[in-house]
């Protein structure tokens, strides 16, 4: 697990590349075959458990969450999921059971320290201006998008600067280490929140939350300060799903999904993982089951490649089910961030699509208010807002709304491998 932070530095800086395996806690993952089954009851039946919560009951503001870790099961209703202390052999056979597997703790991905990309950009433009002379045309890398006073270089990349539609009418969910509720540029915002993590409220201590809810869904315009958020209108549902320190269980990352399908919300933004190549049954099916309530998960594909050494990496939990749309990241010149992962050949282990998430500039708790920092974890909520500006220009849902994301996405010559699809444009 990522350690509380020491005075003075800012959480996940120090670490760069791939994040160590993924830890369990004990418990299991159950997925039930049929979303409708009554999984309490199943989980009495089968495993012969007794004391079984249902998530719903803390998502009250004022519910402490400790169930979710205190109880002998779980269930997520709507999903056809449910999390345990038992034994995964008692389940084994029962045709009520599609899979179980070990209950992951996953986290915040790690973030790039800022101002290595730029070194590196600007050593080869050196080097090549010295090889080539002064009049040589830029150097291939060389940013074709800067921020301007108006606007970060991620809406202008996404043409979200210039679009007409700004999310109204959608609802977006963002699960991650929750928001600072007292942020100025949240003020008069449709804002829901509500904690997951035992103990912790919705408030963000730790500042990754607040950075992607600020490139989904912040202001598109402000003065005094360039605008940095896609979907300016969407009315915001924050998860906290993550604690303070960067991490959470899966517990809590399905209660999230669970309570943000329930409350209709069509988008949902993950910027979290757990650095294993093999895909999760669970949100495989949680990917599936959103989707067919209308609901399309957005997830970060991770940020474990180290691409100047020869490591492409590989797109982690839970980004790689099959039904949940991951997300690369690329610079300001459009090539593909060195630290960005790469599709396997699992089936759901593709990289989707591709986004700005190099020197992302966006909302940070105060007193900072705002940061700027790289990431997978910052090209996704980037795609969560172009999905809620395409939501509300088609009235578009679930596996329609993927294909209009796909459909409008710019090609980059780049290896789908890398970029999927490619950059996904805003409606015009």
């Known amino acids: 697990m990522i350690g509380r932070p020491t005075p003075g530095a800012r959480p996940g800086r120090d670490r760069v590349g791939a994040v160590p395996p993924a830890p369990t806690t004990g418990r299991s993952v159950v997925v039930f075959a049929d979303p409708a089954e009554d999984a309490a009851a199943a989980l009495r039946r089968i495993a012969g458990l007794s004391d079984v919560a249902d998530s719903r009951d803390v998502e009250p503001g004022d519910a402490d969450a400790g169930r979710l870790r205190q109880a002998e099961g779980v269930v997520f209703p709507g999903l056809g999921l449910a999390v345990a202390a038992v034994d995964p052999q008692r389940l084994a056979g029962d045709p009520s059971v599609l899979a179980v597997t070990p209950e992951l703790?996953?986290?915040?991905?790690?973030?790039?320290?800022?101002?290595?990309?730029?070194?590196?950009?600007?050593?080869?433009?050196?080097?090549?201006?010295?090889?080539?002379?002064?009049?040589?045309?830029?150097?291939?890398?060389?940013?074709?998008?800067?921020?301007?006073p108006q606007y970060t270089?991620?809406?202008?990349?996404t043409e979200a600067a210039t679009s007409p539609r700004t999310g109204r009418g959608i609802r977006v969910a963002v699960l991650d280490t929750g928001v600072d509720l007292a942020h100025p540029d949240l003020a008069g915002r449709a804002l829901t929140a509500t904690?997951?993590?035992?103990?912790?409220?919705a408030q963000d201590g730790h500042g990754h939350g607040t950075h992607c809810v600020g490139t989904a869904c912040g202001p598109r315009t402000l003065e005094g300060s360039r605008g940095y958020g896609v979907a300016p209108e969407t009315e915001v549902f924050v998860g906290k799903v993550l604690s303070d320190e960067g991490s959470g269980t899966d517990a809590e990352i399905l209660a999230g999904i669970a309570w943000a399908v329930r409350n209709g919300c069509q988008v949902v933004s993950m910027s979290l993982g757990a650095d294993t190549p093999e895909p999760s049954p669970a949100y495989t099916a949680a990917g599936r089951r959103a989707l067919d309530q209308g609901s399309l998960i957005v997830a970060a594909a991770g940020n474990n490649a180290d691409r100047g050494n020869g490591q492409v990496g590989f797109v982690g939990a839970p980004a790689n089910s099959p039904d949940i749309l991951a997300v690369g990241a690329l610079d300001a010149a459009l090539e593909v961030a060195w630290f960005s992962a790469r599709s396997t050949t699992v089936p759901g282990g593709q990289v989707d699509l591709a986004a700005p998430g190099v020197d992302v500039y966006s909302s940070w708790p105060l007193p900072d208010r705002y940061d700027t920092i790289s990431g997978t974890s910052m090209a996704t909520p980037h795609v969560a807002g172009?999905?809620?500006?395409?939501?509300?220009q088609t009235g578009l849902r679930g596996r329609d709304l993927w294909w209009a994301l796909d459909r409008a996405a710019r090609r980059l010559p780049l290896p789908s491998v890398d970029v999927g699809a490619g950059l996904p444009l805003a409606p015009r």
């Not at 915040?108 to 320290?113: A, G, M, R, S, Y």
């Not at 270089?153 to 990349?157: F, H, I, K």
């Not at 172009?386 to 509300?392: K, N, P, V, Y």
């Open 105 to 148: 703790v996953h986290h915040v991905l790690p973030e790039v320290p800022e101002g290595y990309l730029a070194g590196y950009r600007d050593a080869v433009a050196d080097l090549t201006g010295r090889l080539l002379g002064a009049t040589a045309a830029p150097a291939p890398g060389a940013p074709l998008y800067a921020d301007t």
């Open 195 to 201: 904690s997951f993590v035992p103990g912790q409220p």
């Open 386 to 392: 172009l999905a809620a500006l395409w939501a509300e």
């Open 153 to 157: 270089w991620g809406l202008q990349a």
